[in-house]
Each structure stands twice: as structure tokens, then as C-alpha cells.
């Protein structure tokens, strides 16, 4: 393995913090597209070596699976007109799959993370991993509950219900994973590992010890299709 992540691609995204402006970014055009290169290669070998143990990396592309920086503002009232990372989806369908995936989040500042699972499905997603927990709350135990695993990504996040999810008993064994509209397991990395030469290790590491927990959440939504 020999990809790496350039301390000028790190810079890069730490200066763009604090320059979020099309003046500095047009200036700095040249920088950016090193750094997306950079990036972008490092995807492609984490792919290749991803595909030995996840078959949804193969004949992906790295350059298909990066977000674009641009931000949308239209909605917005964070007026910032670009991202300050880079991010990159590796999920069966490509980067706008709705389905369970790995997600490599690369920023500036301590702020980079490798993260899994399901992110805010529609309804019937939803409904149907609330039922695997449900009746599988033993085998979700024993995947999330784990101390290798819990070590790596503490405990699961993401938005939450106040309320007890229709059709569940408060007093149900498996409440607290029910309550959940989105299923993430996230392992902060700090910059020293991101410019280290092992980085890639550490993220197909952090990726194999997902796998099972990607692999429960994709199973219940098999039947349903993608849509």
C-alpha cells in the first residue's frame, strides 16, 4: 500500500476554514485541485483494497464517489459557498445511495473521520431496520456492543425520536436502538494519523470492523429494493 494524504492537501481544507470565499478559492484553484487529486487517489487504491472483503468497491471509482465541495445555499442560511472537507460515499449504488455504506470524511483541524451505517432512510427503510432490531436485538448486541468495537466508534449516533416509535413499547428490550432514524457508527481521526504513512490501514480497519454492522442493516432492506 503507498497511498497517502499530502500535508498540503490537509492545509489546503484548514485554510479553506478559515478563507471560505470565492476570491480566496479561485485564487487558490490551483491548490484545490491538487488536493481533490490527492484525495481522489487515495480512494482509488482504499477501493482496491476495500473490494478483498466489501464486493460493493469493486469497479467503483474514486472520482465517482467524491461530493462535490460546492456547497447548496439556496436554503441555507450558512451563506459559506464551499465545503471544508472532502467526503466520499462507498455504498452499492454509488455515492447518492441511500442504501448502507462507508463514508471518509477528510478535514483540517482534528476534524477527519471514517464512519458507516445507515443515514436518515426514507419510511420504509426505516421501518424495516426497526423490525430487524427488533426481533435480532441479540445479534445487533453483539455487533455494536462489542469492545473492539465500542473502542473504534463508542457508542451508535444519530437523530433520535423523543418519543417511543409507533407500533413499540417503551419497555422494549431494544428501545434505545429503536428510537434511531439514522444508524451511524464514526471514528474521529486526528491529522498526525491522517499524514501518517499507515492512514490507509487505519481506515480499511476501521471499514472491516463495519462491515458486520453495514451487513445487519443491509439485510432487511434486500426485499424492499432500492427506490
Do not use: C
Not at 487529486?37 to 460493493?56: G, R, V
Not at 445555499?73 to 447518492?96: L, Q, T
Not at 426514507?122 to 448486541?141: C, G, H, M, N, T
Not at 499507515?198 to 426485499?223: G, I, Q
Amino acid at each position: 500500500m503507498s497511498a497517502t494524504i499530502a500535508k498540503s492537501t490537509l492545509q489546503f481544507l484548514t485554510d479553506l476554514t478559515q478563507n471560505n470565499n470565492r476570491e480566496w478559492f479561485n485564487l487558490n484553484k490551483k491548490r484545490y485541485e491538487e488536493a481533490r487529486k490527492n484525495y481522489t487517489s487515495f480512494l482509488d487504491e482504499m477501493l482496491e483494497e476495500m473490494s478483498a472483503f466489501e464486493p460493493i468497491a469493486l469497479d467503483q471509482k474514486g472520482k465517482d464517489l467524491v461530493f462535490r465541495i460546492y456547497r447548496d445555499v439556496r436554503f441555507s442560511n450558512d451563506k459559506r459557498p464551499y465545503k471544508d472537507h472532502f467526503g466520499a460515499y462507498v455504498a452499492e449504488g454509488g455515492r447518492k445511495s441511500i442504501l448502507p455504506g462507508y463514508y471518509l470524511h477528510l478535514a483540517g483541524n482534528n476534524n477527519s473521520f471514517v464512519a458507516g451505517g445507515l443515514w436518515m432512510p426514507p419510511a420504509a427503510y426505516l421501518k424495516a431496520v426497526r423490525q430487524e432490531i427488533d426481533y435480532s436485538l441479540d445479534e445487533f448486541k453483539s455487533i455494536v456492543e462489542t469492545p473492539d468495537f465500542k473502542k473504534r466508534f463508542g457508542n451508535i449516533s444519530g437523530e433520535q425520536l423523543k418519543t417511543t416509535p409507533k407500533g413499540y413499547d417503551k419497555e422494549n428490550p431494544a428501545i434505545e436502538y429503536l428510537r434511531f432514524k439514522s444508524w451511524n457508527a464514526v471514528m474521529p481521526i486526528d491529522d498526525k494519523t491522517v499524514l501518517s504513512a499507515d492512514f490507509m490501514s487505519v481506515v480499511l480497519d476501521a471499514m472491516r470492523a463495519l462491515k458486520p454492522f453495514n451487513n445487519f442493516l443491509m439485510e432487511p432492506l434486500k426485499e424492499i429494493g432500492q427506490e
